[in-house]
């Protein structure tokens, strides 16, 4: 088998299983385009990859160091994913192990599927980041405040084309798995996002893409990362439509017909029963409260208890943080041979000057401040050696010898500050 029909193969596999789990009868887009990212995302066990660890691999694997428009090949971008799975065996406990080697394949190549679809075997390294960073768990804030990043000049604002560039690679995902005529990419789809707003900076892009109802070219997005806490709330509550007992996962509540509940697998699917009917207005829940909870949470809201929830999204700086300028920071004086004695640490006495340097507040200059510390050093110097002098000749007839000696060493080691003094001369003459 040739490499690329190889490559084929693997990705027809994921894609017949996926089709299996008859995804295509959910009847909306949004939960079907969700549902069949989220069956790639555990089938790939992306889902238990943080993005923190995701952008860690791109910078171990010097993605951070190439532009985004740079290709990459098959065997690049497998090394990438090969560090993303070794590093998660080595998080999970011996019981829970995955198989690095059928995940990178399968991943790798639903990727050369997604993104490579005249068979040239490369990746843009824009692309694997886009795609990476969204399949990936973690939280949606957290994954756009990183694109935002790549997307973004040194001022903290939006280029548009590139952009455009990351809705292209993004809306791939979903027609990578047959929703690209609901959510494929199209010359609306920019516009749907932004009006013609000249400056956009990170709070207007998480603010567009997180609204609720965000573009109609991202809603399946918001829903993907829901389902991934969803899928594991527990509603002890009796499906109308399969008469379950219990279900996992959202939960649908006709607004018309008295305590009619459906789970979100007949709402899907729009499974009825007895009267109720697929144009009845549902409401959907993501929790399950007890009628105790629900009656104490009632009484709290008429008594008007109930904190005000929190901004639907977090707000963050205009402009990006600024990077620490590491060039003025001066390696750490080796500290001095002490004998034995314990004096305040020279290291905690210079740390306040190299902080306030690495933060631009300070007007000392650099050489000025190694200056200070070299005579800081040297003052230390000479009071261990006098209190080493004083200790000694506590224990000697010949004090004042003892100590002028110890001071001649000093002297010489150090050199003097005032080489005229008669102290100096004295101490000559007495030896
Ligand atoms: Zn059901
Ligand atoms: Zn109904």
Redesign the pocket.
Known sequence: MSPTSKVQHHNKQILTEMRTQNFDVIRFATYRTACKLRFIQKKTSLSVVDIWNIIEAFRENGLNTLEPESELNSSRVESVLNSIYVHLNKRLPLSQQVDSHQCVQMLLNWLVGAFDSVGRGKIKVFSLKVALSHMCAGKLVDKLRYVFTQISDSSGCLIRSRFIDYLKDLLALPTAVFEGPSFGYNDTACRSCFDNRTQINVNDFLNALMADPGPQCLMWLPILNKMAHVENVFHPVQCEGCHRESFMGFRYK????YN?QLCQDCFWRGR?SG???ND?E?KEYTTYKSPAKQIGHALKKSLKCVPKSNAHVPQFPNTPEKKLDLSYIIPPTPVPVRNGYHESSIVTSQSPDVLSIDSGNSPQSPSKLTESLNSMCIDDEHRLIARYAARLAADTKDAVSTIMMLTFISLTKFGSRDSNSTFNQDFIRHL
Do not use: S
Not at 254 to 257: F, T, W
């Open positions: 006709c607004q018309r017909c009619y009825t009267n109720h009917g009845h549902m």
